[in-house]
């Protein structure tokens, strides 16, 4: 949203990313498109709510990796042995949502229309 609306970045990592997207032409007009969306949703009295983005992002990537994983212990020791967390869940809140995910009869149907649920 800051690239696309020409705003200052505050730190010297996010202002090298914003010159890298400016100058390549492809990436200038996602930005200009993301720039319109954003400009269009606020004046629709949309807000965002980024800390709830990220968690959400973090979950769902959790979870994809469970489901092409198949299995619990690989998935949770992939999570404990993150450096840094994706998101500001907590280590123990972020496996909880996994087993959560894990026994879930959402996880099953997904398996299965991947094509790789066990019969019973």
Known sequence: MRVSRNEV???AA???L???LRRRPQRRRSATAS??????AQAE???FDVKRWSHAADLSSMRAGLLLAGDV???RDSITSEPQNPSDL???DRLVELLRFAVS???TDLRGAIGIAVEA
């Open 14 to 16: 996010s202002a090298a």
């Open 90 to 92: 907590s280590q123990d």
């Open 73 to 75: 212990a690989q998935a």
């Open 105 to 107: 009869d959402l996880y």
């Open 9 to 11: 970045a505050m730190d």
């Open 35 to 40: 720039g319109a969306f954003c400009q269009n």
């Open 18 to 20: 914003g010159r890298e």
């Open 45 to 47: 009295g949309t807000t």
